[in-house]
């Protein structure tokens, strides 16, 4: 498996891809309950995000002030 693919068009297209895209496709396809997966992913984690967000910018600590 060489980083350059044989048409050499830059990106990676040789035809099958890589195990990454079904992985973050999981949670969006039909088969993986979309209703479970997305609703119980997207809500703790914007919480999540959201509440550190705001304690960061909170901090102004001037080693991340562009958080926002």
Known sequence: MS???SNDSGFC???????LPP??????SPGFSPREGA??????KENMF???KL???I???R???MIS
Request: hydrophobic share 20%; aromatic share 0%.
């Open 23 to 28: 992985t973050l496709l999981s949670p969006t």
């Open 3 to 5: 980083l350059h693919s």
């Open 63 to 65: 080693s991340a002030p």
């Open 13 to 19: 297209n040789d035809g099958p891809p890589p195990p």
């Open 39 to 44: 609703n119980e992913d997207a809500k703790p």
């Open 55 to 57: 304690r960061r910018v």
């Open 50 to 52: 959201s509440s550190v």
């Open 59 to 61: 901090t102004n600590d």
